[in-house]
């Protein structure tokens, strides 16, 4: 029995770097509906992650991905393309294929390099400068901080679940961390070539989740119990309760 696909490209995606203003290098992923003609604008969502914007595709994977099949939690791109927005992914200074140094979540040299995706959005030939920014967790809380530059191209910024407070939350995530680490539970799980690379990495505080979940769980691949991330769903639940 054949299996016969009936799908069409929705969405287009380049992978590129631009170059701070010091040299850095920061890796992004444009996507654009695959029908945009030549000479028509559209506005742009952006998002900004520490957590990897993307990842590398089998054969198979990509075709999917080119056609619209993935998954719902893997077809972003695919989603505002077919809205008609532009989408640009971000790996923030010092994480995911982005050069430099990942000092602090949210430090100044961070904010201050989304300004510059954004400038350069805006100088696209697609782009009718307006952008807007969202995203979970800390890329929520890193599409609020960009609303401190005052781009007048930002038009709108969706933090779907962020802090408050970020300094007071951050302090007691390292309280919470620290306490962990005395009861030798402070490992946090990494991607494998990572943390192949880097083997001291899940023991340290700046590769922990900044939104932790309030329990341990077991890992049922490794049989580990760690910490990890609060999931958007206990969100949600919270909210209809």
């Keep these: 029995m054949a299996l016969t696909l009936s799908a069409r490209e929705t969405a287009q995606r380049e992978s590129l770097y631009l170059t701070t203003r010091d040299g850095v290098k920061i890796a992004i992923d444009v996507w654009l509906p695959a029908d945009l003609k030549p000479g028509k604008k559209i506005p742009t969502m952006m998002r900004s992650t520490c957590y990897w914007r993307s990842y590398q595709l089998s054969p198979v ?3 999917m991905e080119n056609v ?3 998954p719902n939690d893997f077809k972003e791109g695919q989603t505002w393309a077919e809205a008609g927005y532009a989408l640009v992914l971000v790996d923030v200074r010092g994480s995911g294929a982005s050069f430099g140094q990942w000092s602090i979540p949210w430090s100044d040299d961070e904010i201050a390099d989304l300004g510059e ?3 350069w959005i805006i100088a696209q030939p697609w782009s009718n400068r307006r952008v807007g920014a ?3 967790s800390y890329d929520g809380a890193t599409a609020e901080m960009l609303t401190m530059l005052n781009h007048p191209a930002v038009k709108a910024v969706a933090p779907q679940f962020n802090e408050l407070d970020l300094h007071a939350h951050l302090a007691w995530r390292r309280t919470l961390f620290d306490r962990d680490r005395l009861e030798n539970m402070h490992e946090v799980e ?3 070539a990572l943390a192949r690379k880097l083997p001291s990495a ?4 700046k590769w922990q989740y900044v939104f932790a979940a309030d329990d341990f769980c077991r ?3 490794c049989d580990r ?3 990890h991330h609060l999931l958007p769903v206990r969100i949600q639940r919270a909210v209809r309760r």
């Design 117 to 119: 995706v954004v400038d």
């Design 68 to 70: 619209g099949l993935t």
């Design 219 to 221: 890992d049922p691949r």
């Design 225 to 227: 119990v760690r910490r």
């Design 202 to 205: 899940p023991y340290e505080w």
């Design 134 to 136: 969202y995203g979970v």
């Design 61 to 63: 994977g990509q075709f």
């Design 190 to 192: 990494l991607p494998h």
